[in-house]
C-alpha cells in the first residue's frame, strides 16, 4: 500500500524540485541571498533548509550521510554547488525508497528530534510521507520567494506532475 504511494512522492518530489531550481537560477546571487521575509528569509536559506532537513532525514532512516545539526544550516552559500548536491539528494532519496518494501514501510521507526531530544517512534510509512510533506510545505514558500520578485514561479501541483509523466 505504502510503497507504490511512496515510489509516486519521490519521483514529484524530484521532478518539483528540478522545476523550482530551474526558476531559482533567474534570481542571481543577490537576490537569491535576499531577505523576502520567509520563514528562512531567503530563497538560500529555504532551499538550504530543505536540503539540511532531507539529509537529517535520510541519516534518521539509512543511518549513512552527512548530517546537519541544525535546521537552519546553510550548506552552500552559492546556487550552483547546492543545485548540484539537491539533485544528488533526491536520486538517493528515490534510491532508498526503491529499495524498501511493504514490511519494512509497515515496521517501526525509532529518532531523536533536533529541537527535542526525546526518542520517537512510528512506522516508518508517514515518517517518509511527512519526509514529503516537509518538502511541500517549504517548496511553497521559494514559490513565493519567486513571484515576489515578479518572476514566474513553475507549476507545482502533484496532478500536473501526474499529467507530464504518466504516473498516477
Do not use: C
Not at 530551474?22 to 528562512?40: I, K, T
Request: charged share 25%.
Amino acid at each position: 500500500m505504502y510503497h507504490e504511494q511512496l515510489m509516486t512522492f519521490a519521483a514529484y518530489n524530484s521532478w518539483a524540485n528540478a522545476r523550482l531550481f530551474q526558476a531559482a537560477a533567474a534570481l542571481g546571487p543577490e537576490r537569491f541571498a535576499e531577505d523576502r521575509g520567509v520563514f528562512f528569509r531567503s530563497m538560500r536559506g529555504t532551499l538550504n533548509h530543505l536540503l539540511a532537513t532531507d539529509r537529517i532525514w535520510m541519516r534518521r532512516f539509512t543511518g549513512e550521510g552527512d548530517a546537519p545539526d541544525r535546521l537552519d544550516a546553510v550548506l552552500f552559500e552559492k546556487f550552483e554547488p547546492l543545485h548540484e548536491a539537491r539533485v544528488s539528494e533526491d536520486a538517493r532519496i528515490e534510491r532508498y525508497i526503491a529499495s524498501l518494501d511493504e514490511a519494512r514501510l509497515a515496521g517501526e521507526f525509532r529518532y531523536t528530534p533536533i529541537t527535542r531530544p526525546v526518542e520517537v517512534s512510528g512506522r516508518l510509512g508517514p515518517a517518509l510521507f511527512h519526509l514529503f510533506n516537509h518538502q511541500t510545505h517549504h517548496r511553497g514558500q521559494a514559490h513565493a520567494v519567486l513571484t515576489g520578485f515578479g518572476l514566474e514561479a513553475p507549476g507545482l501541483d502533484l496532478i500536473a506532475f501526474q499529467r507530464e509523466t504518466g504516473r498516477d
